[in-house]
């Protein structure tokens, strides 16, 4: 069934994903031309439960254009994901699906669409084993030199492991607010942002506020890249560290958050 919110967002963000498109395209072109030739099949969704009448055994050589798709990234810590469907019986790749986060597309994009695209090729050209034996979510050796290939040609690190622009344009705007939390966890300052008000991160910090391992910690909303990271994965929170503590000023006009009273 289609869902309403899904034609909305659908006509929201066509632009941003023709961009993708565009993207993706050229990141072929320049750093993987040898694999150009072999994307020979549009990307198809297929009903759960009916992948076996899709089976190729030849699907490393017939590769699936991918989905490229921006959305929301609720659950995940990253920017970007790359995402390959598996069909048990013979590995094959069935739904392969590159997503953005639209707090990161106008400002990051390209350099995100760039870095799933090496993951994109490593689901294609990996046997099933080292797939499944991939570590650190997949930056390893190749991910290493393929990035590090791209930044000779982009820019100093322009391609990352971690989508993380604070130390180039840190005060650059995303476009849009977000709400952002602010603290001091072990002597140094973390950040985690949302799209949304989060009672929940609010919650967790003033319980470890009231253990004092966390000295600080502060909700404000605002657009600086600087700021963009983190976010809630199953239990845990994922945040990132500041390479600069928040001015005064912002801390003066963000709501400080205190300790659960017991």
């Known amino acids: 069934m289609i869902k309403l919110r899904d034609i909305i967002s659908e006509g929201k963000y066509a632009a941003s994903e023709a961009d993708m498109k565009k993207w993706f395209d050229e990141c072929m072109r320049k750093y993987f031309p040898q694999h150009v030739s072999k994307i020979t099949r549009p990307f198809r969704k297929i009903p759960k439960g009916f992948a076996g009448l899709y089976i190729d055994n030849d699907w490393q050589n017939n590769w699936i254009y991918p989905d490229l798709q921006v959305k929301s990234l609720k659950g995940h810590s990253a920017a970007g994901i790359c995402q390959t469907s598996r069909i048990v019986k013979n590995g094959q790749i069935v739904m392969p699906i590159i997503a953005v986060s639209p707090e990161y597309i106008k400002l990051d994009g390209r350099s995100i669409v760039f870095h799933e695209t090496i993951h994109y090729i490593q689901a294609y050209t990996y046997t ?25 040609v982009e820019g100093d690190n322009y391609i990352t492991i971690v989508h993380d622009r604070s130390k180039k ?31 929940k991160t609010v919650e967790f910090l003033q319980y470890y506020l009231q253990g004092g391992r966390y000295t ?3 909700e404000m909303r605002s657009d600086k890249l600087k700021y963009v990271g983190g976010g809630w994965k199953g239990s845990s929170l994922s945040y990132r560290e500041l390479s600069t503590p928040p001015s005064q000023d912002e801390l003066n006009g963000a709501y400080k958050i205190t300790p659960t009273r017991q």
Request: glycine share 8%.
């Open 128 to 152: 099933r084993a080292e797939h499944n034996n991939m570590s650190n979510g997949g930056h390893d050796s190749f991910f290493k030199k393929m990035m590090a290939e791209m930044n000779e």
């Open 169 to 199: 344009s840190g005060d650059e705007s995303i476009g849009t607010n977000l709400w952002i939390y602010l603290f001091v966890r072990d002597g140094k300052w973390c950040t985690v942002s949302f799209s949304r008000r989060s009672p």
């Open 216 to 218: 600080e910690a502060y």
